[in-house]
């Protein structure tokens, strides 16, 4: 009798306006705590600035513009999550994050098909977990390739 393998995926779960959205580990390259953004002038309009990461000028988009929720002050909970978007590395503004969860595939269902927002081409499921719903984004699908392009500019 063969038992059935249980898939599971490792997530960084992440806070936007007291929701909570997940992203594979795998994409996340470091999370650091907010510090100095440099605006740069006439940059795209998801751009909140740049920053020096160990040497590394970092673009730095805030999720909550991008997302088209309401931006707010960073508090001390506000972190930068640092990932790989093609070949450029990109900070990423986020409330705060909560933690690393491993969830098992049954927990997770497709996205729903009624799913209009700005967010919808990079939802790629729902994870149920316990008494919360953690949107899971797919980053690499967070900037349009001429996007990404335009980012590429500025770092």
Not at 70 to 80: A, H, M, N
Not at 118 to 129: D, E, H, Q, V, Y
């Amino acid at each position: 009798m063969k038992r059935g393998i249980q898939m599971e995926q490792q997530l960084v779960v992440f806070e936007l306006a007291d929701e909570h959205y997940g992203v594979d580990i795998s994409t996340v390259e470091s999370i650091i705590k907010m510090q100095e953004i440099t605006r740069i002038p006439h940059s795209p309009s998801f751009v909140e600035g740049i920053t020096n990461l160990r040497g590394l000028v970092l673009p730095v988009i805030d999720l909550r513009k991008r997302f088209g929720l309401e931006p707010v002050e960073t508090s001390r909970d506000s972190r930068i999550m640092v990932v790989a978007l093609g070949t450029v590395k990109v900070g990423m503004i986020v409330d705060a994050v909560s933690e690393v969860l491993r969830v098992p595939s049954e927990s997770i269902e497709p996205p729903p098909s009624m799913t209009t927002s700005s967010r919808a081409n990079f939802i790629t499921g729902i994870a149920k977990l316990n008494d919360i719903l953690v949107i899971l984004l797919d980053m690499s699908k967070i900037l349009t390739s001429d996007e990404q392009i335009e980012l590429t500019a500025v770092a």
